[in-house]
């Protein structure tokens, strides 16, 4: 395995995993704010949803996933998926110990919400995962103990988008049907914890018409990882970053869907790390 010198590198990569295709939002963020930068990136198409799995499960793939973008020689590992994130970040920090930076997309976005005196009735919403794991509410109130934290688990959302169904009818009725749900009345803002998300925020926007302030992790983990990697000074200086895209199962499917988390086509590379 590498050593910390052959990582901590700034010309070396950022690495980006997720359970499918869907943190490609978060790719997609990163490379905005840092142009420059080269991404590995590894959807772990074999195994999504990572929703419904058990925590011992995720684990076992985060830590397999960490251990391939060492091996890619990754500075830094960017933990997209927010069912990873809420039940295997500790994991894979301890795995990967000082080899790499590890940012999950959690803790930047307890850091924006918590830090804005403003907001006092935060929602949640993510898969059953993530909500079961109660991690947000456990952040959010271990920073600001009288700040509330609703959660609720929206399974059919990730793949209602998955499948192409967002701005239409469909989508419509069953955004309101888990938004007028009496758990989530009053809030003052709600956190998009989850990867897919992004592209229903117009959406959801429209159902509280402007009243509610909403998050969407993807930008918020951007600078998060922008900010973290001038810190270190870990930022590139080259020009003209030659990204991977690695899949653990390839489909035309999952192919044609990544214009919709990416914003531009890529292409996927499947790559067995199972065996
Ligand atoms: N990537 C997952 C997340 O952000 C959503 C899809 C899945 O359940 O695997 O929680």
Redesign the pocket.
Known sequence: MATKSENKKPQNPIGIF???I??LTVASAITRKLPNEKLIYFGDTAH??????SPDSIKYYAIRISQFLLQRKCKIIVI???????QAYETVKDFVGDEALVVN?IDPVVEEVTSDKKLKRVGVI??K??IRSDVYAKKIKAARKNMEAPSLAT?LL?SMIEEGFFNNKISRTIINSYLSRPKLSKIDSLIL????YPLIKPEIEEYYNGKVNIIDSAGVVAEHVRELLKKEDLLTKEKGPKHHFYVSDYTDSFEKSTKYFFRNKIHLEEVSIWK
């Open positions: 997720d359970s499918g869907g943190g999504l949803p990572y929703g419904d799995k997209a998926c927010n069912t990873a994130s809420s997309v993510g898969t995962g993530t399974p990730a914890a989850c990867t897919h």
